[in-house]
C-alpha cells in the first residue's frame, strides 16, 4: 500500500486528486485483499491433496533440468508436446530426442498465443514436408481423441498447469501411451508468484498416481524455471 501511495505521489503530483485516491484507497484495499485472501482459500479447498506412498517414489531419479530428462527419454519415438507455444521446447525435442513422429498440439487461439500458429508452422516447414512433425490446432483433450490406444512413447504436457486441466488431459493421454511409456510435463511447482497465479499439477499429477496406479519416474532440478515430471505406470 505504501508503495502505491508514493507512485500516486509522485507521478500525479496533484494534491486534490491525491488526497481524494487515498481517501478512496484506505477504505476499499483493506476489503478488497480480505476478498482475494477468501478467494485464494476457497480455491484451495477445492484442489485435492492426496498423499503418494512410498512405492510412488521408488527409484524416482532427480536429474538437473529438462535437457537432461529428455536424455532419459526414449529416442526415436512417437511423441507428442500438448501445448507448444513458440516452439522451443519442440526444437530441443527434435534435435535431442530423434523423434519417429513429434505431434504439436496447441489451440494457439489466446491473445497472447494466437499469433504463433504460422511461426510454429514456418519454425517447421521442413519437418512437417518430409512427415516427421504434424501439427493440430485442437484443445489438448480433444486432440486426444484422434489418436488410437497405445500410440506414443512418451508426451510432455505444458499447458494451463490449472488442476483440472492436468488432471483431464492425463486421463486422456494415459490409455494412448504404450506399455513402458511415459507422460512428463512441465510446472511441477505451486504456482507462479509474480502473477499471484496458483497452479494445480503438483496435486494433478499425485492424485492421477494414487488412483490409476503410476508412479514418479523423473524429476527436474531446476532454480531459474519451473520443474518438470515424468511419469510411468507401476510394474513398468
Known amino acids: ?12 503530483k496533484v494534491s486534490p486528486l491525491y488526497s481524494a485516491y487515498l481517501g478512496v484507497a484506505d477504505h476499499f484495499w483493506p476489503k478488497f485483499r480480505q476478498h482475494r485472501r477468501r478467494q485464494r482459500e476457497e480455491s484451495e479447498k477445492k484442489l485435492p491433496k492426496l498423499s503418494l506412498s512410498q512405492d510412488h517414489i521408488e527409484h524416482c531419479e532427480l536429474v538437473l533440468d529438462r535437457a537432461a530428462l529428455l536424455a532419459k527419454l526414449p529416442n526415436s519415438g512417437v511423441v507428442a508436446e500438448i501445448g507448444v507455444a513458440k516452439g522451443e521446447f519442440s526444437s530441443q525435442i527434435l534435435h535431442k530426442t530423434n523423434p519417429e513422429s513429434l505431434h504439436l498440439i496447441d489451440i494457439w487461439d489466446s491473445e ?4 504463433l500458429y504460422g511461426a510454429v508452422r514456418s519454425r517447421f516447414d521442413e519437418e512437417i ?15 486426444a481423441d484422434h489418436f488410437p490406444d497405445d500410440y506414443f512413447d512418451w508426451v510432455y504436457i505444458d499447458t494451463d498447469h490449472a488442476y483440472e486441466t492436468t488432471r483431464d488431459e492425463l486421463q486422456a493421454y494415459a490409455p494412448k501411451i504404450k506399455a513402458g511409456g511415459i507422460i512428463a510435463g512441465h510446472d511441477y511447482t505451486l504456482g507462479n508468484w509474480k502473477k499471484a497465479y496458483r497452479y494445480g499439477v503438483i496435486e494433478a499429477v499425485h492424485e492421477f498416481c494414487v488412483r490409476h496406479n503410476w508412479k514418479l519416474a523423473y524429476l527436474t532440478a531446476e532454480v531459474k524455471e519451473n520443474r518438470s515430471f515424468a511419469i510411468k505406470r507401476m510394474g513398468e
Open 112 to 115: 497472447r498465443y494466437h499469433h
Open 1 to 12: 500500500m505504501e508503495e502505491v501511495r508514493h507512485f500516486i505521489k509522485k507521478v500525479l
Open 129 to 143: 514436408e518430409d512427415g516427421t512433425v504434424e501439427i493440430s490446432q485442437r484443445f489438448s483433450t480433444e486432440a
